[in-house]
């Protein structure tokens, strides 16, 4: 599946690269808020974030707004704990149903109040990503 990326998101991109040294896949930048999700190649999480949060905290200041960061993986199930990183993700099965592959996701239930709070925006953000890149047509959490 071939990504778009805006004029701007690709300037995140270059600024994350040069900050960070980590290489990024992906750039979400969600409108109507102040926050930006890079997905980085996967080895490079610990480059993206740096020493203490020094290289995060870098591309936070130069971009004026909160960051994210996913570790990308080809392996569809590896990848989506990656995006559900820090919540305990028990399982995912992947299973094929009419029109497209479907991920059920099973939660901690200690997690799940807050993965599903503010407005289910994690749960957005994960059926996003795990659409674009491994084509996952539902995100369904058990």
């Avoid at 690269?17 to 102040?34: F, M, R, Y």
């Avoid at 957005?124 to 990503?129: F, G, N, T, V, W």
Wanted: aromatic residues 4%; glycine residues 8%.
């Amino acid at each position: 599946m071939e990504l778009k990326l805006s004029a701007d998101d690709i300037r995140y991109i270059s600024l994350f690269e040069k900050l960070t040294g980590a290489v990024v896949k992906d750039c979400i930048a969600s409108k109507g808020e102040n926050k930006i999700l890079f997905v980085v190649k996967k080895g490079d999480m610990g480059l993206a974030i740096g020493r203490k949060g020094s290289n995060i905290q870098r591309v936070r200041h130069a971009l004026g707004k909160k960051v994210e960061v996913v570790e990308y993986s080809d392996d569809p199930e590896e990848f989506i704990r990656n995006i559900f990183h820090p919540f305990r993700v028990r399982e995912v099965r992947l299973s094929n149903a009419q029109g497209g592959m479907v991920a059920k996701v099973s939660i901690d239930d200690r997690d799940k109040i807050s993965l599903l709070g503010k407005r289910g925006k994690s749960l957005d953000k994960a059926k996003i990503l795990s659409k674009r890149h491994h084509n996952i047509k539902d995100l369904i959490i058990v």
